[in-house]
């Protein structure tokens, strides 16, 4: 599965709840890491909190007049869970994510989940030129500049 079509998901998710009346809420710290009657696993909003470089992270739901819910963290703007419903109506959760923002930091694939941020792909050689000024970036990707660099968006 490619990382930029969970990206785009993501997005797409988000416009598509909000385009139907959805409300944004800050997940509660009373949900718990049970099943519930549908066997979805609920995440433990607490297991989100964490300040990383100064900024603390979180867990905020999209949830439409379905039921249907997408569920984000702050930390790279990643969609952790997508609950949408089967061709029997029975939501179920379309994406695979962690259950801490912990498991997010220590992944060995950093754009996991992540959404775009400032831009996607490489820049070549780590340097753009704008306006007659060139400008150097750090290089995370042998020679170039891969999806935002050393503290790209995903972080």
Request: with cysteine; aromatic share 8%.
């Amino acid at each position: 599965m490619k990382l930029k079509s969970l990206a785009g998901l993501g997005v797409l998710a988000a416009i598509g709840f909000v385009s139907c009346q959805s409300e944004i809420k800050k997940t509660s710290s009373t949900d718990s890491l049970k099943s519930d009657s549908a066997g979805v696993v609920k995440l433990v909003p607490d297991s989100f909190k964490k300040e990383i470089d100064g900024k603390l992270t979180a867990l905020y739901t999209l949830k439409n007049n379905n039921n249907a819910e997408a569920i984000f963290t702050n930390y790279g703007g990643r969609l952790v869970s997508l609950l949408v419903p089967n061709k029997d109506g029975k939501l179920i959760d379309v994406v695979v994510g962690f259950k801490s923002v912990g498991d997010y930091e220590k992944s060995t694939e950093p754009y996991f989940g992540a959404t775009i941020g400032r831009y996607g792909n490489r820049i070549a050689k780590g340097k753009f030129t704008l306006e007659g000024k060139t400008y150097s970036l750090f290089t995370n990707n042998g020679q170039n500049t891969l999806h935002g660099g050393k503290k790209a968006i995903n972080m």
